[in-house]
């Protein structure tokens, strides 16, 4: 179980699974950063990304590794990184591609609230 306010990486299908069924029973809103780790602008979010989840407890981060987890992000058609999609009750209701940090913050608020 992941401590509150942390980004959690998932490194195995099971921890995967088991990170978005925390979300659809807590009815939380759910970020996912689908990462690389040799992406240059995946790098830069990261910091941001850390922040958000100390901020804000109530949303559960996770990161996937898109050479890890390679079928979690063909799954869902990752083409770029970093891609982060917002989950709510197991559906996607968001997402943004590339490191912008002013839309993922105004995202994160904006699913929140409702």
């Not at 996770?62 to 992000?73: G, I, M």
């Amino acid at each position: 179980m992941a401590e509150e306010g942390a980004v959690v990486s998932c490194h195995t299908i099971d921890a995967w699974n088991e990170q978005l069924q925390r979300g659809n029973d807590s009815k939380k809103l759910v970020v996912v950063d689908f990462t690389a780790s040799w992406c240059g602008p995946c790098r830069f979010i990261a910091p941001v990304l850390s922040e958000l989840a100390k901020k804000l407890p109530d949303v559960i981060f996770l990161k996937v590794d898109v050479d890890e987890l390679k079928s979690v992000a063909q799954d869902w058609a990752i083409e770029a990184m970093p891609t982060f999609m917002f989950l709510k009750e197991g559906k996607i209701v968001d997402k943004v591609v590339g490191a912008r940090k002013e839309e993922l913050q105004q995202k994160v608020g904006k699913h929140m609230a409702t």
